[in-house]
């Protein structure tokens, strides 16, 4: 196919699927924001050890006033927005499962068709792993850390692949598959 004539995708997703989408990308992105931003004073709640806190006390550093406020509101939020996108992770199967999904893009060759494939299935996975691991360390104990920043690096990692993917397209082969997800 010449360069000069980029072929669109013929078949989008439906407009409840990229809703949904475009939904969790924002929710992830501020659950990111939030759990980034927080001092850590919110982990290892569940047996009160926190990050150099006296047991049971179950504060991280323990300055005391309105900044333990601060802190608590963002560990709510945090815990909210956790849940919110397990929700949203259940729902999005689920309308995958009664939708369908379109037909694959006509200009995605096969090995890219694989690497969305897999990219898609470990991106829909750590949508249940990140907020769950995150619930473990904040309703029972520290020892899911190590798995919860696991999950965030291959959430990185399969993110980067996915936008690459969709950013190749877009940008070098001009066949605008981001059409389909707009």
Same mark, same amino acid.
């Given at each position: 196919?010449?360069?000069?004539?980029?072929?669109?995708?013929?078949?989008?997703?439906?407009?409840?699927?990229?809703?949904?989408?475009?939904?969790?990308?924002?929710?992830?992105?501020?659950?990111?924001?939030?759990?980034?931003?927080?001092?850590?004073?919110?982990?290892?709640?569940?047996?009160?050890?926190?990050?150099?806190?006296?047991?049971?006390?179950?504060?991280?550093?323990?300055?005391?006033?309105?900044?333990?406020?601060?802190?608590?509101?963002?560990?709510? !939020? @945090? %815990?909210? $927005?956790?849940?919110?996108?397990? =929700?949203?992770?259940?729902?999005? *199967?689920?309308? +995958?499962?009664?939708?369908?999904?379109?037909?694959?893009?006509?200009?995605?060759?096969?090995?890219?068709?694989?690497?969305?494939?897999?990219?898609?299935?470990?991106?829909?996975?750590?949508?249940?792993?990140?907020?769950?691991?995150?619930?473990?360390?904040?309703?029972?104990?520290?020892?899911?850390?190590?798995?919860?920043?696991?999950?965030?690096?291959?959430?990185?990692?399969?993110?980067? !692949? @996915? %936008?690459? $993917?969709?950013?190749?397209?877009? =940008?070098?082969?001009?066949?605008? *598959?981001?059409? +389909?997800?707009?």
């Amino acid at each position: 196919m010449p360069r000069d004539e980029p072929a669109a995708p013929t078949a989008r997703y439906g407009p409840v699927a990229r809703a949904l989408h475009w939904l969790t990308v924002v929710a992830m992105t501020c659950q990111f924001v939030i759990g980034y931003t927080m001092d850590g004073s919110g982990q290892g709640r569940g047996r009160g050890r926190g990050r150099g806190g006296a047991p049971g006390r179950g504060r991280g550093r323990g300055r005391g006033g309105d900044l333990d406020v601060l802190d608590d509101a963002w560990v709510t !939020a @945090h %815990v909210a $927005l956790g849940v919110a996108i397990l =929700l949203l992770a259940v729902v999005r *199967l689920w309308w +995958r499962r009664r939708a369908g999904l379109p037909p694959w893009a006509p200009t995605l060759r096969p090995g890219e068709r694989v690497l969305a494939h897999w990219t898609e299935r470990v991106l829909y996975t750590l949508l249940f792993v990140i907020p769950l691991t995150g619930l473990w360390l904040v309703l029972v104990s520290d020892d899911a850390v190590a798995l919860h920043v696991a999950a965030h690096i291959t959430f990185f990692v399969a993110i980067a !692949a @996915h %936008v690459g $993917l969709v950013l190749k397209h877009q =940008l070098a082969d001009r066949d605008h *598959l981001l059409r +389909r997800m707009l």
